[in-house]
Nanobody, 120 residues
């Protein structure tokens, strides 16, 4: 089964930057969007950013202006550039791939997650 492989997490001080990347281990069919979710301890998993195959991107209000999602359609890879990081951005970040239709994202594949820790 095709898996999504994430890289780029780590520990950074507040105000710093990190870049997360995600690549599939094989070809994924029937998807038109990829995105990043995150889950902090004791909290529900939340959608951080999503980008469609046409390049249309949406962001959670909490990360607008600080995070940028990008995608290489030929390789089905997606990246998340995170700037001006805050301690509240600390979470496990999950790459996802699926179908986006009428503002609803149905995830077909999940990555294993990568830890992002922002120290104050």
């Amino acid at each position: 089964q095709v898996q999504l492989v994430e890289s780029g997490g780590g520990l950074v001080q507040a105000g710093g930057s990190l870049r997360l990347s995600c690549a599939p281990s094989g070809t994924i069919f029937s998807i038109n969007a990829m995105g990043w979710y995150r889950q902090a301890p004791g909290k529900q998993r939340e959608l951080v950013a999503i980008i469609t195959s046409f390049g249309s991107a949406n962001y959670a209000d909490s990360v607008k202006g600080r995070f940028t999602i990008s995608r290489d359609n030929a390789k089905n890879t997606v990246s998340l550039q995170m700037n001006s990081l805050k301690p509240e951005d600390t979470a496990v970040y999950y790459c996802s791939a699926g179908r986006y239709y009428r503002s609803s994202f149905t995830v077909d594949r999940w990555g294993q997650g990568t830890q992002v820790t922002v120290s104050s």
